[in-house]
């Protein structure tokens, strides 16, 4: 059974850090796209960041470039988002998940497998 967990979201201060951690089990996601999404409440779902296997190819949205930092380690199938410099409106539901095509991509749609999600709230 293919289980994505995330976990660290909390309550910060505007300009804090925040690290959060997703746990990937039940197939080896080594050559799995991953990627962090968010969704803040009454909006759309939207791309944060994405990294490919190897971590040769990494995308972020704009929004987060310069402050957000993706990183995976293969070996614990797990897959990391730091988050810098966090402002008001990174206030979100983030959704780690993985994409089984090996495509970098930033589209949800594409996205085979995700997580319950976890709660960030920046007060400013």
């Known amino acids: 059974q293919v289980q994505l967990v995330e976990s660290g979201g909390g309550l910060v201060q505007a300009g804090d850090s925040l690290r959060l951690s997703c746990a990937l089990s039940g197939r080896t996601f080594s050559t799995y796209v991953l990627g962090w999404f968010r969704q803040a409440s009454g909006t759309e779902r939207e791309f944060v960041a994405a990294?490919?296997?190897?971590?040769?190819?990494?995308y972020y949205a704009d929004s987060v470039k310069g402050r957000f930092i993706i990183s995976r380690d293969n070996t614990k199938n797990t897959v990391d988002l730091q988050m810098n410099s966090l402002k008001a409106e990174d206030t979100a539901v983030y959704y780690c998940a993985a994409e089984s095509n090996g495509m970098t991509v930033t589209a949800a749609r594409w996205y085979d497998y995700w997580g319950q999600g976890t709660q960030v709230t920046v007060s400013s």
């Open positions: 990294i490919n296997w190897s971590g040769s190819s990494i």
